[in-house]
């Protein structure tokens, strides 16, 4: 994934799973490792937040739409403008 933030690009790799009925994350950067907050799927949207301290503190509200192999959507850093999100999924390893 990438996040178009103000303070540029940054490179982010989410680790979606299912689990007894309901979807896990974990948001893994070159900075930190942070699991995802309450996250909700309805149909191919998928809403979540996460606690983030690089480059700042911050809680990051995702608002994302899955279709086929590509994600898209925003991340809102709290009372800053959202940041667009993007990426491609990529198989299991």
Known sequence: MTIATPIGKMAVVFE?????GGIQGVARSDAETVEFLEPVAEGNRLTWSQNVTTPMKLTLDFDVTVEGDAMTGTSRPGLFPPSMVEGTRTPAS
């Open 16 to 20: 979606i799973t299912e689990a007894d």
